[in-house]
């Protein structure tokens, strides 16, 4: 069985009598493991594409979930249906597995979880201003205008303080490589 | 849009949904379909008009029972290929059920029989019409149960396709078994099965054009 089934289900059978919050954290949730599923299957520029077909159609369709059975199958059943539409629309033909909800479950969300550590591990190096223009720019998605407007700071200071920021950080991750 | 602008957009337009909500689209599509047959069966080729004396034999009922058999297999496997992440293997495997059955019984008849005798079974007097009908009685129903699996999230869309489609042909059997004056089970189990297999090939290959949400 999937780890996060009994989780993810009592989540969705509180959404389905009506509670918004719980509805909000499964979603929340759902994304973090379909992002991952769909970024190693069709690149990181389409993938929040899929995501966000995903959750509107696990929304539209949400009274086809059955209690009696798995939630992460139900799950699973829609993202492969979007891959598969994602795959039709761009005339893509690519094996896709027909395994079970494990591939959406699994890794992804392992392998994402321990990327996200690390990289907030880094950030943490970082001076508070620039760790949070950097999270802002490169994690959250926000434009450097949006950055800038929220910051005060100009776009070119947004661009230059995040560009040092990086190359500092990836200075010291040289750094520690050179010292092992 | 930002997936947590999308997140926070549908959790707050969130509205229950109660359980029966499969079961009452799958109704409604299957209601109208079976509707739309009958009337269909009735405004062309008719009821037979000794269908009250032939509810009183055990030829109408063997009709009736087997196509009915099947529908409902049909029934239980569009409900589980209208949801995601679900398998439909043993509803599947059940059909073999009624078709074995029959096909047994038709051995029985055909084994003893003489050539011509066989012949006059396995042909009765319909057999050119008997499939092609029950497809054409199919019609409505296919445009219900696409209709309904629509509004549901088949993501096998083959698969669904053929589902539907066997429902729709032994629901159309079902009701063309009011007009039809055969009697013998060979030639229900010859031309029957045939008509049914025929709507669920077409539902097979209509599926995954017709099914796409």
Known sequence: ?180 | MQTDDLIAHLSGELQPVGGAEVARTLAAGLALGLFGSALLMAATIGIRPDILQAMGGEAFWLKFLYTLAIAILGLKLVERLGRPGTEAAWPALLIAVPILTLMSMMAVQMMPADSATRHALLMGHSADVCSVLIAALALPLFAGLFWSLRKLAPTRLTQAGAAAGLLAGSAAATIYAFHCTESTATFIAIWYTAGIALTTLMGAVLGRFVLRW
């Open chain 1, 1 to 180: 069985m999937i780890p996060q089934e009994a989780q993810y289900r009592a989540w969705m059978l509180a959404a389905l009598a009506g509670d918004a919050a719980a509805y909000r954290m499964l979603l929340q949730g759902l994304t973090r493991h379909l992002r991952g599923y769909y970024a190693k299957r069709l690149g990181a520029a389409a993938a929040e594409d899929a995501v966000q077909e995903s959750l509107i159609a696990i929304h539209a369709k949400r009274a086809t979930y059955d209690p009696a059975r798995p939630f992460t199958a139900w799950v699973y059943g829609i993202a492969r249906y979007k891959l598969v539409d994602e795959y039709r629309r761009n005339k893509r033909t690519a094996a896709i597995s027909l395994d079970d909800a494990g591939e959406l479950f699994g890794a992804d969300e392992a392998e994402a979880a321990s990327a996200r550590r690390d990289v907030e591990k880094l950030l943490a190096r970082l001076p508070v201003a620039k760790r949070d223009l950097v999270r802002a720019v490169k994690l959250d998605g926000h434009s450097i205008a949006e950055a800038a407007a929220r910051t005060g700071m100009s776009e070119t200071s947004v661009k230059v303080t995040v560009h040092r920021a990086l190359k500092s950080l990836g200075e010291e991750l040289g750094d520690n490589h050179a010292d092992r």
